[in-house]
């Protein structure tokens, strides 16, 4: 399981980085909501810890339970449709001892896993483009897919499906199925469109209709895009240079006024944008752009294709995660709750991404020699 390892090359840059955006999300968290500064404290050191020892765990170990990872994967999300708690109409975490987890998040990292050794080994045997192999592909994505759709948490399973198929191309995937599938697709989004605008659609839940249909005509839905409108005014009042962390005109900081609810989770980049600015916004996209940079180039160093696919897989979570949040803060995307990694408020997602992160530096330091 452990392995001796050549310091030299562990990776901390990347783990200064991760650090980093986790020590400034507890700047916008206390400036928010100072009362959740303790948790998410305790969370950060817990996260840093889980992702330093999983760095020096070898990674194939690992990856030798991706079956059973997959099963307690499964179970969690069928379970949390049992017994979790409900909350604005989804039925998504487990609250125990005061503690609340959400097995969504951590199917992301689990399931990036999985896939990881199951293309592999169609890599090994050249079977990434037969009916077999994407069927077994399709079919292991399907489970855990209709699960999270029941919840329901469609961002997340819209960031999923993303890195999942990434990782599909990365693998070798052919492109005459690409374009197959994208000329399938296409019209396939349409006709959707259309049928959840019909009266008697049973898709979607009536609020998510609403989100979609917000964001295609947003004059007649006031009310949906109100949220987003005042994330995007909060951003906006930060101008160049940001309020600063302590704005002293209470009236006029969008924090103060709980202007934007549940900033500190689904719309905390607007907090970063009225307290930093457009300066400190680019910072911080800059940041995450520098980890996902950092994971792919482990990537492309790995010593095989389980390890390439895991670190691209991480750098995918983390750029699509993080594109949907900020999108969604600036009305680009269609109103959709998902956090932004290392900073918005959360234990399981601050979790989820350490072990993400853990398994890239392990990775880097089993690279291959040059």
């Not at 693998?171 to 296409?186: C, D, E, H, N, P």
């Amino acid at each position: 399981m452990f392995k001796k390892y050549n310091l030299r090359f562990y990776n901390f840059i990347l783990l200064f980085l991760v650090i980093s955006l986790m020590i400034l999300g507890l700047v916008f968290i206390n400036r928010i909501d100072d009362e959740l500064s303790l948790k998410q404290t305790i969370g950060v050191i817990l996260s840093v810890v889980i992702m330093v020892v999983i760095s020096f765990i070898d990674y194939h170990f690992i990856a030798k339970f991706y079956a059973p990872l997959y099963i307690v994967s499964t179970v969690l999300l069928a379970a949390v449709l049992i017994g979790g708690s409900s909350s604005h109409n989804a039925k998504r975490w487990f609250n125990i001892a005061g503690i609340t987890f959400q097995p969504s998040e951590l199917t992301k990292v689990l399931m990036i896993i999985f896939m990881a050794v199951y293309l592999s080994n169609l890599m090994d045997k050249e079977k990434v483009s037969t009916f077999k192999g994407i069927m077994g592909f399709v079919i292991f994505y399907a489970i855990p897919a209709a699960l999270i759709f029941k919840e329901p948490d469609l961002s997340t399973l819209l960031c999923l499906s993303a890195v999942l198929a990434t990782m599909y191309f990365i693998a070798g995937l052919s492109y005459k199925f690409i374009g197959t599938v994208l000329l399938i697709l296409i019209p396939l989004f349409s006709l959707f469109i259309w049928y959840v605008q019909q009266p008697d659609q049973k898709l979607l839940y009536e609020h998510q209709v609403k989100r979609i249909m917000s964001f295609i005509y947003p004059s007649e839905y006031d009310d949906e895009t109100m949220q987003q409108e005042n994330s995007v005014m909060a951003i906006g009042s930060g101008k160049l240079t940001g309020k600063g962390l302590k704005d002293d005109d209470k009236n006029s900081s969008a924090t103060q006024t709980n202007l934007v609810s549940e900033q500190q989770t689904d719309f905390i980049f607007s907090a970063i944008g009225e307290a930093f600015g457009f300066f400190g916004s680019v910072i911080i996209i800059g940041i995450i752009l520098l980890i996902v940079l950092q994971c792919i180039r482990a990537g492309r160093r790995a010593r095989d294709d389980t390890g390439m696919l895991i670190a691209t897989g991480t750098a995918c979570l983390i750029g699509y995660q993080s594109f949907i949040h900020i999108g969604v803060n600036t009305t680009l995307l269609p109103n959709t709750g998902i956090p932004l990694p290392f900073i918005s408020y959360g234990l399981t997602s601050l979790i989820t991404s350490a072990i993400g992160i853990g398994l890239v530096l392990n990775i880097s330091l089993q690279r291959r020699r040059y």
